[in-house]
C-alpha cells in the first residue's frame, strides 16, 4: 500500500521556520512529480511547490523567497523549509506524489502561525 506521511507540523510564531518532511514509500518514488499543497479553513486548496524528477523546483507566488523545498531520492522524502512564516501561512499541508494519471496524498499535518 503506497503511503506519503507527512510530519513537522506544529505552532510557531509570526517570522519563525519550520521544516516540514514528507516519507514515500511503496512506489518508484524518483519518477514522479513531488508537490506540497497547503489547504486553509474556508478557501481552496493552494499549490505550494513543486518539485520534479529532474531536480528543478516551481513555487506559489505567495511562498516564493521565504519556503525552500526540496527531495532526496535515496531516501524517498521530500521537505518543505518553510522561513519568515505569516499567519497567512496558517494550514494544514499535504504531500502529493503524481505521475501521469497515478497520484497519491498524505494525511496532511497542521502548521499554525500565531503569537
Known amino acids: 500500500q503506497v503511503q506519503l506521511v507527512e510530519s513537522g507540523g506544529g505552532l510557531v510564531q509570526p517570522g519563525g521556520s519550520l521544516r516540514l518532511s514528507c516519507a514515500a514509500s511503496r512506489f518508484t518514488f524518483s519518477n514522479y512529480n513531488m508537490k506540497w499543497y497547503r489547504q486553509a479553513p474556508g478557501k481552496e486548496r493552494e499549490l505550494v511547490a513543486v518539485?520534479?524528477?529532474?531536480?528543478?523546483?516551481r513555487y506559489g507566488d505567495s511562498v516564493k523567497g521565504r519556503f525552500t523545498a526540496s527531495r532526496d531520492n535515496a531516501k524517498n522524502t521530500v521537505y518543505l523549509q518553510m522561513d519568515s512564516l505569516k499567519p497567512e501561512d496558517t494550514a494544514v499541508y499535504y504531500c502529493n506524489a503524481l505521475w501521469g494519471s497515478l497520484q497519491y496524498w498524505g494525511q496532511g499535518t497542521q502548521v499554525t502561525v500565531s503569537s
Open positions: 518539485m520534479y524528477p529532474s531536480g528543478s523546483t
